[in-house]
């Protein structure tokens, strides 16, 4: 492990308590408990891992990519843009991506993107760079991401017991890393080659739930 490649560094940059606006996002979790597909640890359980297949291994790759490739970052956020037909989708996204700049230069010298409300992944490549970590872990930090959050959400939607939680994310792990690997084979290719797996029910729900007028989590 090179010195600029600091591994605490990551943990600090992947940690769920970074005020990045992470902790007011189910991504997607609340609409499908409220309507009922999700209940209990089982089906958080397969919610997640089709979080991973999916969105995680979408934001794995558009997040290394941005950490190794600054001079690409507006081609990558249009093709973000693009792999996220949801409008509440992609509000959310740039406003997690927002927060992440501004929490990101809080702690290292970030340079300005081409917007200053990126898609998160892009942010947290952008960061993840600043702040010396390699495209690898970003992958890796990035995947784990996509199903910390909902994970936490779970428990205050469902009361779910965060033990259970916990060890439901120690057995995703693995599959984490499996994520992050495959989205390192596409470091290197053209922004439309990316991964581009998307969740439709999850877009369909996230429009729903941009409608609500109450609800715990903004996504």
């Not at 089906?43 to 991973?52: A, N």
């Not at 997040?63 to 249009?78: H, I, K, N, V």
């Not at 779910?160 to 792990?173: E, I, N, Q, S, T």
């Amino acid at each position: 492990m090179g010195a600029t490649d600091s591994l605490a560094t990551l943990l600090v940059l992947a940690d769920g308590r970074l005020p990045a606006g992470g902790h007011a996002h189910s991504s997607g979790l609340e609409a499908q408990v409220s309507a009922g597909r999700v209940r209990s640890i089982e089906d958080l359980d397969g919610f997640l891992r089709g979080r991973l297949a999916t969105g995680g291994l979408v934001a794995a790759a558009f997040a290394a990519a941005a950490c190794g490739r600054t001079a690409a970052l507006e081609d990558l956020d249009r093709g973000l843009d693009v792999r996220t037909p949801s409008p509440a989708l992609r509000a959310a996204s740039r406003a997690q991506g927002r927060a992440l700049l501004r929490a990101g230069r809080a702690m290292w010298t970030v340079p300005a993107p081409p917007r200053a409300d990126p898609h998160q992944p892009i942010a947290f490549g952008v960061v993840a760079s600043a702040a010396g970590v390699s495209p690898a872990r970003a992958a890796v930090a990035a995947a784990y991401g996509t199903i910390g959050g909902p994970a936490s959400a779970a428990v205050r939607l469902l009361g779910l017991d965060p033990y259970g939680v916990h060890a439901l994310l120690a057995r995703l792990a693995p599959e984490c890393d499996a994520i992050a690997e495959r989205a390192m084979t596409c470091l290197d290719k053209p922004v439309d080659e990316l991964p581009a797996d998307g969740a439709p029910l999850l877009d369909i729900g996230a429009e729903h739930h941009a409608t609500w007028e109450v609800r715990l989590f903004a996504s």
